[in-house]
């Protein structure tokens, strides 16, 4: 992979994960209140699926 493509595949993430971070943050928040196991639990699985996104 050039330095080229990975300045790319960079930029395309960055665009795709603040407004997934966006939409999922309050959530995980409002999931906080509710059941604090739940909630980190879920952050962890989606942290490990979209390490980019935290």
């Not at 993430?13 to 879920?42: D, K």
Request: net charge negative; proline share 6%; aromatic share 10%.
């Amino acid at each position: 992979m050039t330095m080229e493509e990975m300045k790319n595949e960079a930029e395309t993430t960055s665009m795709v994960s603040t407004p997934l971070y966006a939409v999922t943050y309050p959530v995980f928040n409002e999931l906080e209140r509710v059941n604090l196991s739940a909630s980190q639990t879920l952050r962890a699985a989606f942290i490990k699926s979209n390490p980019v996104i935290y």
